[in-house]
T-cell receptor
Framework: AQTVTQSQPEMSVQEAETVTLSCTYD???????LFWYKQPPSRQMILVIR??????QNATENRFSVNFQKAAKSFSLKISDSQLGDTAMYFC??????????????FGKGTKLTVNP | NAGVTQTPKFQVLKTGQSMTLQCAQD?????MYWYRQDPGMGLRLIYY???????DKGEVPNGYNVSRLNKREFSLRLESAAPSQTSVYFC?????????????FGNGTRLTVT
């Protein structure tokens, strides 16, 4: 079974500090992609960062970076210089091919991050 | 470029009523999806459509039906709504040619069944 586990239901961080959100996953697929999505109070789902499983180099997008440990099936998200606008639910997810040629995205249950002033 | 458009944004139904959630995308995507989001449960896949003319069940399909009307539109129907279907529903789409392409989401429909 393909599963994603986010062990931290809620986290908080002070503005300008760094926070790391954890994510582990389980899959028998050899090739897949990993994503972090952000959902602010507006409810909109926004892609934060993505990582190809075959790449060893960790992805980085401005203040957001990941620590991808393929052998451990771990995919954590680090947010540097946290801003009030980072307050949101964060979902870890991965995608793989399914029968018929489509992708299937499996989500974790989310981590609610609050950035305090 | 509107992306993925869902209607309605909010809906209240009584138990046993039926309704259809509409979804349309203008990005020429092949694959479309319906998810539901419940507190503490993340997003769970209800149905998906790999391409026009095909639909398949996800992990929580019971109580729902879907129609891929054309390449742009993918609707979700509740034939007899139940309180357990109170949720936020998201439609999403993606290109099929490369599976590193991220999902593009609509803004969601908050459905309450009383």
């Amino acid at each position: 079974a393909q599963t994603v586990t986010q062990s931290q239901p809620e986290m908080s961080v002070q503005e300008a500090e760094t926070v790391t959100l954890s994510c582990t996953y389980d899959t028998s697929e050899s090739n897949y992609y990993l994503f972090w999505y952000k959902q602010p109070p507006s409810r909109q789902m926004i892609l934060v960062i993505r990582q190809e499983a075959y790449k060893q180099q960790n992805a980085t997008e401005n203040r957001f970076s990941v620590n991808f440990q393929k052998a451990a099936k771990s995919f954590s998200l680090k947010i540097s210089d946290s801003q009030l606008g980072d307050t949101a639910m964060y979902f870890c997810a991965f995608t793989f091919y399914i029968q018929g040629g489509s992708e299937k995205l499996v989500f974790g249950k989310g981590t609610k991050l609050t950035v305090n002033p | 470029n509107a992306g993925v458009t869902q209607t309605p944004k909010f809906q209240v139904l009584k138990t046993g009523q039926s309704m259809t959630l509409q979804c349309a995308q203008d990005m020429n995507h092949n694959s479309m999806y319906w998810y539901r989001q419940d507190p503490g449960m993340g997003l769970r896949l209800i149905y998906y459509s790999a391409s026009e003319g095909t639909t398949d069940k996800g992990e929580v399909p019971n109580g729902y039906n879907v129609s891929r009307l054309n390449k742009r539109e993918f609707s979700l129907r509740l034939e007899s709504a139940a309180p357990s279907q109170t949720s936020v529903y998201f439609c999403a789409s993606t290109r099929r040619s490369s599976y590193n392409s991220p999902l593009h989401f609509g803004n969601g429909t908050r459905l309450t069944v009383t």
